[in-house]
């Protein structure tokens, strides 16, 4: 039976949104100082089943058509974790970390060969404290909590893009990883935190792939987390792993929802309302995904 996660043509809607998006791509303002500093982005990034939901690939386009196009993306994933902080491999065309199993091998070819990332490299590295140095890869490449979500949100792949590692469960800490971070947005850099605001793999059941029910502990986990990011409320969003309904099934493991921590911090002020760009869900998990103030 055809699905999101079996489509009849493997990322077929990736293919029709691609020729209506790269016009506009290459149309896209680029960032100047006068624009102001950027927003931070917390985006739930999906998997390779992204590229089959044609709606979800238009809302993250629009999003990145929303704002100035970027100097460089700076995007910390959900899918490595590593302390201390580490780099990604910088150099031109780094290659693409294939992160998943089981679905149709086109998924595993597809290319996201972004421009070289080195200055970036370099500025991340120099934020750092010294006693906190990071380490920088010279072949670990983009995976895919990085470059699916950028290949709807800038497809013509010509952004430098550097990822950085989640070094820490600790919502404290990757505040102030965060807050380190922010001072790039006023040079044009793009801070990203990639997850999914819900993600309960284990407990994925047909209803939900083939009939799109969403269970209680991802609907009511997703208006938790509404509510506390509609009220900058940084305090309850922390004391997740006791105050959110729908624990654990919402976040088994918490890689997916702790990057938002990274994000908020990098907002400048993790106090404050975000504005929520888009919400809904996939296979019944929240796609929910939000901006920073400027």
């Given at each position: 039976?055809?699905?999101?996660?079996?489509?009849?043509?493997?990322?077929?809607?990736?293919?029709?949104?691609?020729?209506?998006?790269?016009?506009a791509?290459?149309?896209?303002?680029?960032?100047?100082?006068?624009?102001g500093?950027?927003?931070?982005?917390?985006?739930?990034h999906?998997?390779?089943?992204l590229?089959?939901?044609?709606?979800?690939?238009r809302?993250?386009?629009?999003?990145?058509?929303?704002?100035?196009?970027?100097?460089?993306?700076?995007?910390?994933?959900?899918?490595?974790?590593?302390?201390?902080?580490?780099?990604?491999?910088?150099?031109?065309?780094?290659?693409?970390?294939?992160?998943?199993?089981?679905?149709?091998?086109?998924?595993?070819?597809?290319?996201?060969?972004?421009?070289?990332?080195s200055?970036?490299?370099?500025?991340?590295?120099?934020m750092?404290?010294?006693?906190?140095?990071?380490?920088?890869?010279?072949?670990?490449?983009?995976?895919?909590?990085?470059?699916?979500?950028?290949?709807?949100?800038?497809?013509?792949?010509?952004?430098?893009?550097?990822?950085?590692?989640?070094?820490?469960?600790?919502?404290?800490?990757?505040?102030?990883?965060?807050?380190?971070?922010?001072?790039?947005?006023?040079?044009g850099?793009?801070?990203?935190?990639?997850?999914?605001?819900t993600?309960?793999?284990?407990?994925?059941?047909p209803?939900?792939?083939?009939?799109?029910?969403?269970p209680?502990?991802?609907?009511?986990?997703?208006?938790?987390?509404?509510?506390?990011?509609?009220?900058?409320d940084?305090?309850?969003?922390?004391?997740?792993?006791?105050?959110?309904?729908?624990?654990?099934?919402?976040?088994?493991?918490v890689?997916?929802?702790?990057?938002l921590?990274?994000?908020?911090?990098?907002?400048?002020?993790?106090?404050?309302?975000?504005?929520?760009?888009?919400?809904?869900?996939?296979?019944?998990?929240?796609?929910?995904?939000f901006?920073?103030?400027?």
């Open positions: 039976m055809a699905s999101i996660l079996n489509p009849e043509i493997p990322a077929g809607a990736y293919d029709e949104f691609l020729p209506g998006a790269l016009p791509a290459r149309a896209q303002h680029d960032w100047t100082p006068a624009d500093p950027l927003p931070a982005l917390y985006i739930s999906g998997a390779p089943p590229f089959d939901d044609g709606p979800w690939l809302e993250l386009f629009g999003w990145a058509q929303s704002l100035p196009k970027p100097k460089s993306v700076l995007i910390v994933s959900a899918h490595w974790e590593a302390a201390p902080p580490a780099l990604s491999a910088s150099a031109a065309h780094t290659p693409l970390v294939y992160d998943f199993g089981g679905f149709h091998r086109r998924y595993y070819t597809m290319r996201y060969d972004t421009p070289d990332a200055a970036l490299a370099r500025r991340v590295a120099a750092m404290p010294d006693r906190e140095p990071v380490h920088q890869h010279r072949s670990r490449g983009l995976d895919h909590g990085a470059w699916v979500p950028l290949m709807a949100m800038y497809p013509l792949a010509d952004i430098p893009v550097l990822q950085l590692s989640l070094p820490s469960h600790d919502p404290d800490l990757l505040l102030r990883l965060g807050a380190r971070l922010a001072p790039l947005r006023e040079e850099v793009l801070v990203i935190g990639s997850g999914f605001m993600h309960g793999l284990p407990f994925v059941t209803e939900m792939i083939h009939k799109g029910v969403v209680a502990w991802s609907s009511e986990f997703d208006a938790w987390a509404a509510d506390a990011l509609a009220r900058g940084v305090g309850e969003l922390a004391a997740y792993r006791t105050r959110a309904p729908g624990m654990p099934y919402a976040h088994p493991t890689d997916h929802y702790i990057p921590f990274i994000t908020l911090g990098a907002g400048g002020r993790a106090d404050q309302p975000v504005t929520t760009v888009i919400e809904g869900y996939m296979i019944g998990f929240s796609k929910r995904s901006q920073t103030p400027a």
